[in-house]
């Protein structure tokens, strides 16, 4: 079983920045697959972003051209850049990892974190 410990949430404006890590309780080479998802208040858990052990990355329409994910293999944390950020992007934000691509974009991966609150004001 794999540890996933985010960190970076917090209260931000409309238009502002923050930056979300995740950290892994193993070396984040053996992890194929990691991403994040987020949960708004009354609403399903949606994929924001998943990257491949190749570098392939996947985005929600959403949130194309604002975030960016990538991960420090010498740092060994995965991390989620969110640039002009929105009201709507408010919600718990959860890292996650899968051995399978196919598994991490349909709502199914191995592991999941406990989540960090993002906040955007308007």
């Known amino acids: 079983q794999v540890q996933l410990v985010e960190s970076g949430g917090g209260l931000v404006q409309a238009g502002g920045s923050l930056r979300l890590s995740c950290e892994p309780s193993?070396?984040?080479?053996?992890?194929?697959?990691m991403g994040w998802y987020r949960q708004a208040p009354g609403l399903q858990r949606e994929l924001v972003a998943v990257e491949g052990s190749t570098g392939t990355t996947n985005y929600a329409d959403s949130v194309k051209d604002r975030f960016t994910i990538s991960r420090d293999k010498d740092k060994n944390t995965l991390y989620l850049q969110m640039n002009s950020l929105k009201p709507e992007d408010t919600a718990v934000y959860y890292c996650?990892?899968?051995?399978?691509?196919?598994?991490?974009?349909?709502?199914?991966?191995?592991?999941w974190g406990q989540g960090t609150q993002v906040t955007v004001s308007s």
């Open positions: 193993g070396s984040i080479f053996r992890l194929a697959v």
């Open positions: 996650v990892s899968s051995r399978s691509w196919r598994t991490a974009v349909a709502g199914m991966p191995d592991n």
